[in-house]
């Protein structure tokens, strides 16, 4: 599939060879260019060999004098340079099904696409995977691949996911572990469906992977208000949340012997809900598994009052410099008491400032979703309207959308400032930037 060229970089190595938008990019070095994948791949090459099809019809062979690894400067319509693959599956537990009707179009697309996991870390199941996509990405090295599992158990997999071949399709975790590619995988899982003993199961399963599994997560699934016609599905408890736990840590103690590297990890949601401490940061290693809140908290932490401590000990912001200050800071309500035992320690170190923790209920999706990232604008408004907020509103960044401009529910940042009277500001989840928005104005 010839793919045609959208914009070519002024004074880069095409366009000192001629090359236009509108031209056809046919094949590097001989090698048919299906997609972003293909050309990345071939075009890093020194002195690549580029054949083409100008906008009028003609064959171009072009040779490129480049460096390797310089960029050869073309530019497509996609990012893809292609249509997004769309999922497969219809998973019990999928979380766009559980979406409210009205919502922008874009949420409603399940991708399933082994090149978004090399180019955005995004988890794939591998029934949208072919043979050929597969050697494909073992001839290219694409490493890590991060995989959905949610269960070993074959049978099991192809149910939960509403997809006969979802069993089927496991047979690719192997294939790569053989090829040395490294693995991440997800499990989602669901009480009574696929944790006790299923769990058991998977997690030894997966550790005969070997050394090209690089960890495993394990997320509590998340059941919004709207599962209509959707099979019944339950919440992990106290009691649920604290086998989890259990099974991850003797999984851990014997597939890692006298290492004491755990491999296996139970999402922090889990700890919260088990009423349990979250582990230090020390036992998270690599933190592999951040984007699944795996070690999240315990990271955040660890850096907050690593910071803190720092700053008060080298006296660069003692308490009597700190401006009188007064800010709130909104989160979801399974993360409140964490936010608010570092708020405060800051409040503790510097008595200048003020701050309001808010913890969201999110009427919007439901009462069992409680985690930050699915704070709605229209929630805060209706939880903090005519409250006194101080100078600024704080928001994790993690409840808007990736272009950081709007909510789930699409209220912009400014739109929010507008309803409550008060400066909006967005705070990436780490810890010198949260210090940083609590000490300092923006």
Known sequence: MAVIINNVIVGSPCHRKGICPGDTLVSIDGETIDDVLDYRYYA????????????????????????????????????????????????????????????????????????????????????????REAERIIKMRISPVNVSVHTMNPGLRSKMMGNPEAG???????????????????????????????LRNSLSELGKLGTSLQSIAAVPVGLTGYRENLPKLRPFDKQGASAVIDIIDEFNQSYCGECGESIAFAADEFYLLAERPVPSASTYGEFHQLENGVGLWALFRDECCRLIN?????????????????????????????????????????????????????????????????????DIVDQLKGLSLGEELLIPAVALRREGDMFLDSMTLSELSEKLGVKVRTVPVNADDFLTALLYEE
């Open 44 to 131: 890093v090459n020194k002195n690549p060999v580029f054949e083409l099809i100008t906008k009028d019809g003609k064959k171009r062979v072009i040779k490129l004098r480049k460096k390797e690894d310089e960029d050869p400067g073309l530019e497509f319509e996609t990012y893809l340079m292609d249509k997004q693959h769309r999922c497969r599956n219809k998973c019990m537990f999928c979380f766009i099904d559980q979406l409210p009707s009205g919502l922008r179009e874009s949420l409603y697309f399940k991708d399933d696409d082994s090149r978004l996991s090399f180019l955005f870390g995004n988890y794939i199941t591998l029934t949208n995977l072919t043979d």
């Open 168 to 198: 089927e399709s496991l047979k690719y975790l192997t294939l790569f572990a053989q090829a040395g590619i490294r693995l991440n995988s997800q499990l989602v899982l669901c009480p009574g469906i696929n944790d006790g003993d299923e």
């Open 310 to 378: 720092e700053k008060r000990e080298n006296a660069d912001l003692p308490n009597e410099t700190l401006s009188e200050r007064s800010v709130s800071i909104v989160t979801g309500e399974v993360a409140y008491p964490l936010i608010r035992e570092l708020v405060d320690e800051v409040v503790n170190k510097w008595h200048n400032l003020k701050v309001k923790t808010y913890p969201i209920k999110n009427h919007f999706f439901g009462g069992e979703i409680t985690v930050a990232g699915l704070i709605t604008g229209s």
